[in-house]
Structures are given as C-alpha cells and as structure tokens.
Nanobody, 115 residues
C-alpha cells in the first residue's frame, strides 16, 4: 500500500506562485497516472493535472499555461508548480495515484488565493 503526503499549501496573493509536493511512501514507477485534484468549498472534486510514468501530461483547461505537473519516479514525488494564481484556484489540493484495482489519495493541502 502506498501512502501519499502533500505539502506546500498556504496563503498567497493573486498573481503569485506556489509549489505543491506529493511524497509517496513507496515506489510510484508502476502507478499510472499520478495526478493532482482539487476541491473548492461547495464544489465537486476535479482533476487539475496528471502525469504518466512515460511523461505524458494532461491539464484542466482552467489551469493550462499556468500550472505544471512534474513527476520524479526515482524520488517517488509528484510536484505541482502553480503560477499566476487566481482566487478561483482556492481549494484543497489532493495528490492521487491510480493502479488497477486501487486508487490512492493523500489527505490534501489547502491553497488559499486572496484577491
């Protein structure tokens, strides 16, 4: 079983940047994809970005050009670099890893963007 622990959340002004990190307790090399999700108050959890071990990435339209996901299989980490943050990016951000048949979730880290 893999445990995922997020870090790096906090309060930032609009236009600022943050880097979220997800550390896995075990190897992620066979977990595809690794992803970041977010859930804003009163809204459903949504996919932000995902990355396969082969380097393929996918982004929600709302974050394209502003966020970058990076995955390091050797270090068992997945980072989310967030630039040009907007108040609507405020949410709890979750790291997730998908295998068959299990999905692993972290407990989340709060990102608050002030206007």
């Amino acid at each position: 079983q893999v445990q995922l622990v997020e870090s790096g959340g906090g309060l930032v002004q609009a236009g600022g940047s943050l880097r979220l990190s997800c550390a896995a307790s075990g190897t992620i090399s066979n977990i595809n994809p690794m992803a970041w999700y977010r859930q804003a108050p009163g809204k459903q959890r949504e996919l932000v970005a995902s990355a396969t071990s082969g380097g393929r990435t996918n982004y929600a339209d709302s974050v394209k050009g502003r966020f970058t996901i990076s995955r390091d299989n050797a270090k068992n980490t997945v980072d989310l670099h967030m630039n040009a943050l907007k108040p609507e990016d405020t949410a709890v951000y979750y790291c997730a890893g998908f295998t068959s048949p299990r999905t692993f979730w972290g407990k989340g880290t709060l990102v608050t963007v002030s206007s």
